[in-house]
């Protein structure tokens, strides 16, 4: 009798545990990977206060919770549009003739409370991991015109560029609908969805805005820069979830794109700081944490496709390169304040570009070139119209609330203009 009141309990714990593992489509929760998406969601959220620290330390101290403002409220006004509209303009069926995609159920993530991934993963997670990536990038491009935008105009701004701008690249690569993911772009974890597209687009609003006032023959020096170096490490830590997520599993696809990232940012900080070192006769705590970006921004599309020797030569590449670019700016005239397109837009297109002479595998001469082809139509793409997009907004912007800041708001700072509060409980230092 006991035997069969023991197998009765063993039978309806089976049955209680089954519903609790099989859902959606019949596919069985795997709590490795699902375990290790929770990490990563959490890491790249990880980012925005390490992107909020970096650029705030690098402006004047009159403007350091305004420029930080602009990473923390992205935090909002994304991830909101994320579950609205973003998930289901991203991922959803093609519409339009695939300029975005939609997906009626994915409006407000009302379809997918019991979903699970083929790759074990709930479909919450999948959403929340991405819509991470929704929230930073953004949040980057405001790094090219920071001390110098209104803050209601830059909420808007992100909020149109988002929904015009981010889901549409998004879906064009990463859904399977996607027409660059049907040619075969490879970008991983967001050399073009992300970097490229916000270097770009923080170019074309910095031109059209404007220097800021006194650029460049005004001193303007960082307010603190133990701040900025203290949030280039969290943006390293955070990076691993940004690109070792992006496999959407927990195996060796995994570790292999973990170990790159780890690669580049060690290559890109080490290269960045000998060039420095060799240009100017010092290795600057600047420079290093402008190395560490480069390198993982170039990276970034290549994580799942090179091998750690790859990831080194990305990394130095894309220092010397990333270098350059940001030498160049002062002589070519316009003020990227905090080298968004510098870093960003320059290390995503080396990375999307220069990954395909390091992929993993045996690759003849002609399948190179081919995917070369691949690569740079890609690229071409995600410049024009992020840049055609960004234009038509800033002027839209501009022209109607205003988006550049008076001369009155701006030499006060935005954070008395705009917030009524000194980051650092002080009156304008300047």
Avoid at 254 to 266: D, G, I, N, S, V
Avoid at 329 to 355: E, P, Q, T
Wanted: proline letters at 2%; glycine letters at 14%; hydrophobic letters at 55%.
């Amino acid at each position: 009798m006991k035997i069969r009141i023991r197998a009765l309990f063993v039978l309806i714990a089976l049955f209680v545990t089954s519903g609790s593992i099989w859902a959606g489509e019949g596919n069985a929760v795997d709590t490795g990977i699902t375990s290790w998406m929770l990490t990563s969601t959490a890491l790249v959220l990880l980012m925005i206060p390490g992107l909020a620290m970096f650029y705030g330390g690098l402006v004047r101290t009159k403007n350091v919770l305004g420029t930080m403002m602009h990473s923390f409220v992205a935090m909002g006004v994304m991830a909101v549009l994320w579950v609205l509209l973003g998930y289901a303009m991203s991922f959803g069926d093609n519409v339009l003739g695939g300029w975005f995609g939609w997906k009626p159920e994915y409006f407000g993530l009302k379809g997918i409370d019991n979903e699970i991934m083929d790759a074990g993963v709930p479909e919450y997670v999948f959403s929340m991991f991405q819509g991470k990536f929704a929230i930073i990038t953004p949040a980057l491009i405001a790094g090219a015109f920071a001390e110098r935008v209104t803050f209601k105009g830059y909420v808007l701004f992100i909020a149109l560029w988002g929904i015009l701008v981010y889901n549409p690249l998004c879906h064009w690569v990463w859904s399977e609908g996607g027409f660059l993911y049907q040619m075969g772009a490879i970008d991983f974890a967001g050399g073009t969805v992300v970097h490229i597209s916000a270097g770009i687009s923080g170019l074309i609003a910095a031109i059209y805005l404007g220097a800021r006032r006194g650029h460049p023959k005004t001193a303007m020096p960082p307010s603190n820069l133990v701040m900025t170096i203290t949030g280039a490490g969290l943006l390293w830590v955070g990076w691993f979830g940004f690109n070792a997520g992006s496999s959407v599993n927990s195996g060796l696809d995994t570790a292999q794109a973990l170990t790159a990232t780890q690669t580049a940012a060690a290559s890109g900080a080490l290269v960045w700081m000998i060039v420095e070192g060799i240009h100017h006769g010092k290795a600057t705590a600047l420079g290093f944490a402008s190395g560490i970006l480069a390198g993982l921004v170039a990276v970034t599309p290549a994580a799942g496709v090179v091998q750690p020797l790859g990831a080194l030569a990305l990394g130095a590449i894309a220092s010397i390169i990333c270098y350059t670019a940001i030498m160049m700016k002062n002589r070519l005239g316009y003020d990227d304040s905090l080298d968004a397109f510098g870093v960003h837009g320059i290390g995503g297109i080396v990375g999307a570009i220069f990954l395909v002479f390091f992929m993993r595998g045996n690759h003849t001469s002609a399948e190179v070139l081919s995917q070369l082809g691949v690569q740079a139509l890609a690229v071409v793409i995600a410049i024009v119209y992020a840049a055609v997009m960004t234009f038509i907004l800033v002027i839209l912007l501009n022209k109607t609330i205003g988006l550049r800041s008076s001369e009155k708001a701006e030499m006060r700072g935005l954070d008395a203009s705009y917030h009524g509060e000194h980051g650092y409980g002080l009156l304008n230092l300047g």
